[in-house]
């Protein structure tokens, strides 16, 4: 019979908050699997949901529907504030000078698809570069390799090391005049590596190069002040910070939105509209074409709320206790390989088990009532990096706990020995 001591919690990474408890807070992490309780371990591709938000965005529906900024009615006067309301929680959130500094969007996709059409097909000409990094998503990576082909223009690449960190050193010979934007990850879906953002940004500035950065892992897992960092640009999606689908956020410096043209038209983001010419609204609504998903941006605002209640530094240390744990735990099983070791991690882990298949042990794991990823996680340079077509991937939440960490290492025991 396999078995393990259960894990301890390394004083350093003492934590308040309560995972046993806040599970009852997902009605989905009720349900039993294969006899047990559901273990899940998919975080980074997305995040279940607290009652609070789908109650939420249920009583919208009920009781308070209506579009927004096109009635003098009660109804859509109240779908009006509260959609207002939402911007300024999200604004409030990323420590955002004002409000019109968000534009609600899909998600991080669309919104590094807006920078790309909207910044990239004004200021890149023939011959100019843009800047990515090695261990981009796909989503972070082909809207700038497409905008290259379209407007001659080079993608260079920030190279990676093999611990899963970018070779920093190698970045100021990188940087030029002709280069128009740098765009990086925050942190890796992949490898989990928290890149200095912060220094990148830096160095790009003193050539008065715009930065995006693709927030899509940070926002959900540790306090973001865009200030601070003074990025010109940061995107996030509302399912992976425990909100729904099809929402998500831009946060750009008004310099870039004003500079910008719309890539979308159509209602609600245009000013006078004639047939000789048409006028467009203030920022960020010039961003906005359409009805907006109202009901997922005032659900996006509840989770906000959720986890800002938490606490992002309560939560970035109780996802860190839960890393550690994971990493010694699996480190000590014969033939399993981490891939990616940087010193800076977010709570997730890439890895393989000698002879098996990523794909065997996540249908090994599902057998066990454990829900992880396998694949190349959209990011197919970074497997080539490694030299490798795919990884497992196990990546954590508010939700998760010890005793998740536990079951995880016992099924991997069980893969071994299905595979000795």
């Known amino acids: 019979m396999l078995s393990m001591p259960h894990a301890s919690t390394p004083p350093s990474c003492a934590t308040t908050l309560k995972p046993e408890v806040l599970r009852k807070d997902f009605p989905i992490l009720s349900q039993s699997a294969l ?94 570069e843009i800047l990515i990094t090695a261990m981009e998503h796909h989503a972070n990576l082909v809207p700038w390799q497409q905008l290259c082909f379209e407007k001659s223009a080079t993608l260079r690449i920030l190279p990676l090391a093999e611990d899963g960190t970018l070779t920093l050193d190698t970045l100021p010979e990188l940087l030029n005049e002709r280069t128009k934007l740098v765009a990086v990850t925050h942190v890796s879906n992949a490898l989990g590596t928290v890149n200095p953002v912060e220094e990148i940004i830096r160095q ?63 209602g609600d983001m245009v000013d006078k509209v004639r047939f000789e010419q048409t006028t467009f609204a203030d920022i960020p609504h010039k961003f906005e074409a359409g009805t907006p998903p109202i009901a997922e941006v005032i659900g996006l605002a509840e989770a906000i709320r959720y986890i800002s209640a938490l606490g992002l530094e309560a939560i970035a240390a109780h996802e860190h206790q839960l890393l550690q744990v994971a990493t010694e735990r699996m480190s000590a099983l014969p033939g399993l390989r981490i891939i990616g070791a940087a010193p800076q991690k977010a709570a997730l882990i890439s890895f393989l088990m000698g002879d098996a298949h990523p794909l065997d042990i996540g249908t090994i794991l599902d057998h066990e009532g454990i829900a992880i990823r396998t694949g190349h996680h959209c990011a197919q340079p970074v497997m080539q990096r490694y030299g490798v077509t795919a990884t497992a991937r196990v990546s954590f939440g508010v939700y998760n706990t010890l005793e998740d960490v536990d079951r995880f290492i016992l099924a991997l025991q069980k893969v071994q020995k299905l595979f000795q």
């Open 35 to 128: 006899g047990d309780r559901l273990v899940y371990l998919d975080n980074a591709a997305t995040t279940h949901k607290p009652e609070q938000v789908i109650e939420r965005m249920s009583q919208f529906y009920r009781q308070e529907y209506g579009t927004v900024r096109r009635g003098v009615y009660g109804l859509s006067v109240g779908a009006t504030a509260r959609y207002d309301e939402a911007r300024q929680t999200v604004a409030q959130f990323l420590n955002a000078p004002e409000a019109n500094h968000v534009v609600f969007t899909k998600g991080t996709t669309e919104a590094i698809n807006l920078v790309a059409r909207c910044y990239g097909g004004k200021f890149v000409q023939p011959g100019d």
């Open 204 to 266: 790009a500035h003193a050539w008065d190069i715009p930065v995006l950065v693709d927030g899509a892992q940070s926002a959900p897992h540790m306090a973001v002040d865009v200030q601070r960092l003074d990025c010109d640009f940061y995107c996030f999606s509302g399912h992976k910070l425990y909100g729904p689908t099809g929402v998500g956020v831009l946060y750009a410096k008004p310099r870039w939105q004003e500079a910008m043209n719309p890539y979308q038209y159509g």
